[in-house]
């Protein structure tokens, strides 16, 4: 069965602070999708990455990086220089690679509610 | 380019009622899918539509049900209500070939009484 955990349920930092929001997973598929949504206080889920089992190379798009690793099933999610716009509940989440109609049936972790206070 | 919208955003039924959603998804895509928020179990995939077609489905009673139409719209159904389906429930389509980036609607947050 596949599982995504988010240990920490709140984290709350000073604003330009890094932060890093774990994620460690489980999937006996050998081909899976790794992802990261954003949910703002609109309710709203927002897209931020998509990572391929097969490709552990580490990822930074501004502010935002991700960290793969997949000899301890983790995939980590750090913001360097935190601002208050960061806050919200960011997901990591989990589907199988079998083919494209698999990949709508996503796994989501609990979740973990991020503020960055000024 | 409009994202998805879902309509009511808010309603409030009664244990015993039915409820119909409806989501129209971003112009273009072709996939629906549907998901449920509480407080207690998170976030759960309910089903995907593609094309009109049922193309997956999660772990949830026959009470809960959907379709999709040529247009690609797509209404969800939950028949029978419990208190236990209050929640958010969230839409969100997905462009072709876009594994598991999906656009969300804001969601419909229904009330059981």
């Known amino acids: 069965a596949q599982k995504v955990t988010q240990a920490q349920t709140e984290i709350s930092v000073v604003e330009k602070e890094d932060v890093t929001l774990d994620c460690v997973y489980e999937t006996r598929d050998t081909t899976y999708y790794l992802f990261w949504y954003k949910q703002p206080p609109s309710g709203e889920l927002v897209f931020l990455i998509r990572?391929?089992?097969?490709?552990?190379q580490n990822e930074i798009s501004g502010r935002y990086s991700w960290n793969f690793q997949k000899s301890t099933s983790s995939f980590n999610f750090t913001i360097t220089a935190s601002q208050v716009v960061d806050s919200a509940v960011y997901f990591c989440?989990?589907?199988?690679?079998?083919?494209?109609?698999?990949?709508?049936?996503?796994?989501f972790g609990s979740g973990t509610r991020l503020s960055i206070r000024p | 380019k409009a994202g998805v919208t879902q309509t009511p955003r808010y309603l409030i039924k009664t244990r015993g009622q039915q409820v119909t959603l409806s989501c129209s998804p971003i112009?273009?895509?072709?996939?629906v899918s549907w998901y449920q928020q509480t407080p207690g179990q998170g976030l759960q995939f309910l089903f995907e539509y593609f094309s009109e077609t049922q193309r997956n489905k999660g772990n949830f009673p026959g009470r809960f049900s959907g379709r999709q139409f040529s247009n690609s719209r797509s209404e969800m159904n939950v028949s029978t209500l419990e208190l236990g389906d209050s929640a958010l429930y969230l839409c969100a389509s997905k462009p072709q070939g876009a594994a598991g980036e999906l656009f969300f609607g804001e969601g419909s947050r229904l009330t059981v009484l």
């Open positions: 112009s273009g895509h072709r996939s």
């Open positions: 990572r391929n089992s097969f490709d552990e």
């Open positions: 989440a989990l589907s199988e690679a079998a083919g494209y109609s698999s990949a709508s049936k996503i796994i």
